[in-house]
């Protein structure tokens, strides 16, 4: 048994329910979540956000076939300034995907004990797909609403992409038997199959402020099979989330067993930063050499962190900027 726990951890699992042409993922983190958050002593309202950016983050990512990169970003205007994930896709079959995550945050703002979501105010929910060298880079934004980060993404979805989608997710501290506690995050993801011309059923979206929902953009009978399939994901437990004791297999034919699901090769995910001393020495070439110095720390060198994974950084400033780059262009 504990094999088979185990061997869901960090795992995107596809789906598909052929009686409702409904695709779907189940997502569980396990030592991904606890890398993201190990590298930061975040408090536990900000830990609860990045774990669900990071959710959402590998749900999402899986959706979409991927070359390079996809980000999410959450801006905000109160205590949390932005939540900041990137999706990794695999770049070959069979190998394993990559999540990152950070959060900036003003500690003086943070209210103790109200609701994760509320601390982020007024802001923008965006996702950026990166597919590489040569490829024109996708943004898609929408306002923060809902209460909640998948609402937001239920939102973006709804809005941007006219895609109906819903997500059931759930984390947080786990302890299995004679174990020590640590984070786990578990999730559904629902989306029904894009149609060639999607119409919207609704003159005005019925999410906050007038936005698009999932259910404004069915009718008829497509309408009629999202309604079931949410009425089946309305019954999932925490505990059927987030794991480990209920597989992902078990868990969709305890929902979905009548709507016919077929699921497909699962997805491993890891912890993985894609930071390195070269990407910084780029990032500061536009910089002159009177610009490199007032970077300086007292020694004389110039440092850098990756928010991301904690990696520093140091290096020469001489080595820096744009007249190093030039005179190494020279040598060449």
Not at 77 to 84: E, H, P
Not at 150 to 170: D, G, M, W
Not at 186 to 215: R, Y
């Amino acid at each position: 048994m504990l094999g088979s726990q185990l061997a869901w951890d960090d795992t995107v699992l596809p789906f598909q329910l052929d009686r409702s042409d409904i695709r779907g993922r189940v997502a569980r983190l396990d030592g991904v979540l606890d890398r993201v958050l190990s590298q930061h002593a975040y408090p536990p309202q900000i830990e609860a956000l990045v774990a669900e950016a990071a959710l959402l983050t590998a749900l999402i990512g899986q959706t979409i076939k991927l070359r390079w990169r996809l980000s999410l970003q959450i801006r905000g205007t109160g205590a949390v300034k932005l939540i900041a994930t990137d999706y990794y896709g695999p770049s070959e079959n069979g190998e394993t995907a990559r999540i990152r995550a950070y959060a900036s945050f003003d500690e003086d703002q943070m209210v103790p004990g109200v609701d994760p979501f509320s601390l982020i105010g007024e802001g923008y929910f965006v996702i950026l797909i990166d597919q590489g060298q040569g490829m024109v880079p996708y943004q898609g934004i929408t306002p923060l609403t809902g209460g909640s980060l998948s609402a937001c993404a239920e939102t973006y979805f709804a809005q941007s992409e006219q895609l109906p989608t819903r997500f059931a997710v759930t984390y947080g501290q786990s302890q299995l038997p004679g174990e020590a506690s640590h984070w786990r995050a578990g999730g559904v993801m629902i989306q029904h199959m894009p149609k060639a011309s999607p119409s919207v059923a609704a003159e005005q979206g019925s999410g906050e402020g007038g936005l698009l929902s999932h259910v404004d953009i069915l009718d008829g009978e497509e309408g009629e099979n999202w309604g079931r399939v949410n009425l089946l994901l309305d019954t999932v437990e925490e505990l059927e989330l987030i794991g480990p004791n209920v597989q992902p297999t078990e868990l969709l034919v305890r929902l979905f067993h009548e709507e016919g699901p077929r699921v497909f090769d699962a997805q491993p995910v890891r912890f993985g930063c894609s930071c390195s001393a070269e990407k910084v020495r780029m990032s500061l070439s536009i910089y002159s050499a009177k610009e490199i110095g007032h970077m300086l720390t007292p020694e004389g060198v110039l440092t850098a962190d990756c928010q991301f994974c904690g990696a520093h950084y140091e290096f020469d400033p001489k080595t820096l900027g744009r007249e190093a780059e030039e005179a190494q262009g020279d040598r060449h």
